[in-house]
């Protein structure tokens, strides 16, 4: 009944906007704060002028059209046009996605940025051609971490506690070998699970501890890194085959030239939230990552021993 709502009230959108197939809908789940947001109106931006008006983009955030997974699942049917996702919710609808959320995985991140500029990323957004979505680009998200209401400083500190995660089977088993509870919750949502001890602990970046005001609820950031894993811009694949190749063109422009501006947007917004969050008590915890890294080291060689998966591993360790 939800999805058919959610469903009702994009089509509502949609007429609401005069019909006009040359309107796309983008949504997204973050504030109007976030780096993503800011990308992706720069995005809107050069897509109505690279169109010169005949193309414009209306973005609705903070979760105006659903969950992520509900705003993932209305791409796919055409219902909107586009959605900025996590990169790990997407192996849900596209399982060679699953290489960019092994724990671990990427050095740091500009080691994240070569991979989401190289040929191997093209190849990897396209993959998921014939299921509904194309990926347009890729967006700095930062690097992931744990935070609770309780100091954690090591994989043992985790033990039983009931860790929100996407709704991602590669989160899910990590948090499984790591001997916590995995408890998929919608990101805007977490703020009420926390507070309510719903769960015990999240995991994500530092701009989200801040922008979401989760740093009102969980006190301790265990600096662990273990994912540096991109968000997605994905497109509908009706609306991408309504486009002509000149729009298309266009539009992928202009989604890699956005790119390229939040990232240096995320940098800079990244440091400044450090900033609040240690303004407002939060502590910061240098944990040793490599006793994280050896417990999720089985994911790791499953994921090089996969066909496909090993491609594009292989491709990040290159670079």
């Known amino acids: 009944m939800k999805k058919t709502t959610l469903t009702l009230a994009a089509a509502s959108i949609l007429f609401a906007l005069g019909a006009n197939a040359k309107t796309l809908t983008l949504g997204h789940a973050m504030n109007l704060e976030s780096a993503a947001h800011k990308g992706m109106v720069i995005f809107a931006e050069k897509v109505e002028e690279k169109s010169k008006g005949e193309l414009k983009v209306k973005i609705f955030a903070n979760g105006m059209l659903g969950s992520e997974r509900d705003q993932a699942e209305q791409v796919v049917t055409g219902a909107i046009d586009m959605a900025k996702i996590n990169g790990s919710l997407a192996e849900s609808f596209e399982p060679t996605f699953k290489a960019v959320s092994i724990p671990f995985l990427f050095r740091s991140a500009e080691h994240m940025h070569d991979f989401i500029r190289s040929d191997a990323a093209e190849k990897m957004l396209k993959s998921s051609a014939g299921k509904g979505f194309l990926g347009l680009t890729f967006y700095d998200s930062g690097s992931r971490s744990f935070y ?149 080291a089985p994911m790791i060689a499953d994921a090089k021993a996969d066909p496909v998966l090993g491609y594009y591993i292989d491709e990040i360790n290159k670079l």
């Open 148 to 296: 609770s209401s309780k100091p954690i400083n090591s994989p043992d500190d985790l033990a039983g506690l009931k860790i929100r995660v996407p709704e991602s089977p590669t989160m899910i088993e990590m948090v499984r070998l790591l001997g916590a509870k995995a408890t998929p919750v919608p990101f805007t949502e977490v703020y009420t699970a926390l507070q309510q001890g719903v769960i015990d602990a999240a995991e994500n970046n530092i701009s989200s501890l801040v922008e979401m005001k989760h740093m009102e609820v969980a006190k301790f950031y265990a600096m662990d890194q273990h994912m540096i894993t991109p968000d997605l811009i994905m497109i509908s694949e009706t609306t991408w085959n309504g486009l002509s190749a000149d729009q298309q063109k266009l539009v992928k422009e202009a989604a890699l030239e956005s790119m390229e501006e939040e990232i240096k947007i995320w940098a800079e917004i990244d440091n400044m939230n450090m900033k609040k969050a240690k303004q407002n008590g939060v502590e910061f915890i240098e944990v040793d990552k490599s006793k994280f890294r050896e417990k999720v």
